[in-house]
C-alpha cells in the first residue's frame, strides 16, 4: 500500500521565488512524494528553471484564474504560454488544465494531465453534466472541486466517482465540505490535496499537509475502510479524529474517523443522507445532542434519562443512542475516589456543585443524583439551572450564591477557562478548600486557572483530558468492540494540546 506521503499532495503558494525554493525544500524534508507548485501565487514571471533547480520529488505545474479561485494577474494569452513552458521545460511530471482549455492544449512527451473543474462559490446543478463531459477529454486524472452548500453536497461529488471512466479526485471545498477531502481516498483518489503552510490561505478548508499525517493516517484508507465521525457545528478544531484515528492504527483496524458539521436543525436529514455512504457511528457535540436523542431509533437508559445523545451507533438501518459522558463522569469520579481507598459508596456522602447547565451539566447531574450524593447546579441564566434541577430533582443556585457552604465536590461544565479566556474561572478562588475534589470537564487548556487554584490550593483534581479520553474510549469500544488503548489516547492528547486548540465543549 502507498505510504501516507504518496497520498498526499503537498500544495506550494508563495508570492516569492525564495520562498517557494524553501517550502520545496522543507516539505521534502518532511517527508512529502508529490508537490504541486501554484504558480499564479508567484508575483514576478516565474522562473521555472530556479524553481526546479533542486526538485526533490515529482512536480505539479498549476496556473489558475481568478474565475477558477486563482490568483493569475496576467493575461489569458501569458498564461496558457506559461502553462505550455511548464509542459515542455522536462521539470514538471504533471500539469493542471481547465478542462475548458484541455482539448486546446496537446498532450507532450510523459507529461501526465490533470484536468480540472473549480467551481468554490457554489455546486452547481448540472455537476453531474460537466463531469461527464471532462470524462471525454485527454486527461489522466479528473479533478473536481465544487463549494458545498450543504453537508449533502459531499455525498453529489463523491457519487460521480463510482462509475469514474478515469481515475478522479472529488470534493468539496469549505468547512462543510472537509469530509469529502478524505472520502474521495475512498472511493478511489490516487490523491488529495493539503498546504505545506496552512496559514497562506491556499483554499478554503485545505488542511495542512502536518494535519493529515498526523489526524488520519490516509495510507490506511481504500474500499473497506469504515467511517466513523463527529457532528457538530463548530467542528473543525474538534481533537476526537486525533484521538480516535490514533486508536484505530494502534489496535490495527481499518477506520477513518471524520469531522462532520452540520448546522443547527439539519441533523435528521444529515441521517438520512448518509445512509448511502454509510457511516457506522457518530460521535455528536454542540448544538445536536438533543436531536441525536430524538433521530434514534432505540437508546440507553442513560440517553432516556438526560434527553441528550453525544453518541449514535448503527444498528442495521437503525440508529442506536448512547450518552458516554453520563459514564466518563461517573467512572472520572469513582477513579479518583478508588485511588484514595474510597468507592461510589463515598458518592452518597458528598455535596456536589454543577456549575453550567448544558449538555455535559445534565449528565454529571444525572449521573451524580443517581449516584446518592447532594447536587446544587447553578448557571450564568438562572433558568437553564432551574429548569434542569427540576429535570434532575435537585436544588438550583442563583449565579452570585454558586460559592455554597458545605460543598465537597465541584464539577465545571461551562468553557470558562477555555482558550483564549484562560485567565479566567467560574469560582473564586477562595471558594477552593483542600478537602475538595475539583473536576473540569474542559481540556483546552487541560491546565486551566480553576485547575491552576485548586492544584495551589491542596485541592485533589480530576481534569477535562481524563473526561475526554474516558468518553471516547466508551464510543471506541461501541464503534469497533475492541477495548480502547486510553492510556495512549491520553498522550496523543496532552501532545496535541500544546499549542492549544478550541475545545468542543458547551454550557
Not at 443556585?397 to 458545605?406: C, F, I, S, T, V
Amino acid at each position: 500500500m502507498a505510504t501516507d506521503e504518496q497520498r498526499i499532495c503537498v500544495v506550494i503558494g508563495r508570492t516569492r521565488h525564495k520562498m517557494v525554493a524553501v517550502e520545496i525544500k522543507e516539505a521534502a524534508k518532511r517527508g512529502a512524494k508529490l508537490i504541486e507548485l501554484r504558480l499564479d501565487f508567484i508575483a514576478k514571471a516565474p522562473d521555472l528553471k530556479r524553481l526546479l533547480a533542486d526538485k526533490p520529488c515529482p512536480m505539479i505545474a498549476t496556473v489558475r484564474r481568478p474565475q477558477d479561485s486563482g490568483r493569475w494577474g496576467g493575461s489569458e494569452d501569458a498564461r496558457r504560454m506559461l502553462i505550455k513552458q511548464c509542459i515542455v521545460s522536462g521539470g514538471f511530471d504533471w500539469v493542471d488544465l481547465e478542462t475548458d482549455i484541455a482539448d486546446e492544449i496537446r498532450r507532450f512527451k510523459n507529461v501526465k494531465r490533470i484536468v480540472s473543474y473549480h467551481n468554490l462559490t457554489a455546486c452547481p446543478e448540472d455537476l453531474e453534466d460537466i463531469y461527464a463531459r471532462m470524462g471525454r477529454q485527454d486527461a489522466d486524472v479528473l479533478k473536481v472541486v465544487v463549494n458545498a452548500q450543504s453537508p449533502n453536497d459531499n455525498l453529489r461529488v463523491l457519487a460521480l466517482m463510482k462509475k469514474a471512466p478515469k481515475p478522479t479526485i472529488a470534493f468539496c471545498s469549505g468547512d462543510l465540505g472537509f469530509p469529502s477531502r478524505l472520502l474521495t481516498l475512498k472511493f478511489g483518489a490516487p490523491f488529495t490535496y493539503a498546504a505545506f503552510n496552512k496559514e497562506r490561505g491556499v483554499a478554503p478548508g485545505m488542511p495542512s499537509f502536518e494535519d493529515l499525517r498526523r489526524d488520519y493516517h490516509v495510507e490506511r484508507v481504500n474500499g473497506e475502510t469504515r467511517i466513523f465521525g463527529v457532528i457538530g457545528d463548530p467542528v473543525a478544531h474538534s481533537l476526537s479524529p486525533l484521538v480516535h484515528n490514533f486508536a484505530y492504527r494502534k489496535i490495527g483496524i481499518n477506520a477513518l474517523y471524520l469531522p462532520f458539521r452540520v448546522p443547527r436543525g439539519q441533523l435528521p436529514g444529515f441521517l438520512d443522507a448518509f445512509e448511502s455512504l454509510p457511516v457506522d457511528g457518530f460521535s455528536v457535540t454542540i448544538p445536536h445532542k438533543e436531536a441525536a436523542h430524538h433521530a434514534a431509533h432505540t437508546r440507553d437508559d442513560t440517553v432516556a434519562m438526560t434527553n441528550a445523545a453525544n453518541t449514535l451507533i448503527r444498528r442495521e438501518r437503525s440508529w442506536h443512542a448512547a450518552n458516554t459522558d453520563y459514564q466518563a463522569i461517573l467512572d472520572s469520579l469513582t477513579g479518583h475516589l478508588a485511588k484514595s481507598g474510597g468507592s461510589i459508596a463515598d458518592l452518597h456522602r458528598r455535596m456536589v456543585l454543577i456549575v453550567g447547565a448544558g449538555g455535559v451539566a445534565r449528565a454529571a447531574a444525572y449521573a451524580m443524583v443517581r449516584a446518592g450524593a447532594s447536587v446544587y447546579i447553578t448557571n450564568r441564566t438562572a433558568e437553564r439551572a432551574d429548569k434542569l434541577a427540576r429535570e434532575v430533582r435537585c436544588e438550583s443556585l442563583d449565579w452570585n450564591a454558586r460559592h455554597k457552604e458545605g460543598c465537597n465536590t465541584v464539577i465545571n461544565c461551562t468553557p470558562v477557562g477555555m482558550h483564549p479566556h484562560v485567565d479566567e474561572s467560574p469560582l473564586h478562588a477562595s471558594f477552593l478548600r483542600p478537602e475538595m475534589i475539583v473536576f473540569d470537564t474542559v481540556y483546552t487548556p487541560e491546565t486551566t486557572m480553576l485547575v491552576r487554584e485548586a492544584r495551589s490550593r491542596g485541592c485533589q483534581v480530576i481534569t477535562g483530558v481524563e473526561l475526554f479520553v474516558r468518553q471516547a474510549g466508551t464510543q471506541f469500544k461501541m464503534f469497533t468492540g475492541k477495548e480502547p488503548p486510553l492510556e495512549e489516547m491520553s498522550e496523543v492528547l496532552r501532545k496535541a494540546l500544546s499549542p492549544v486548540r478550541v475545545h468542543d465543549g458547551d454550557e
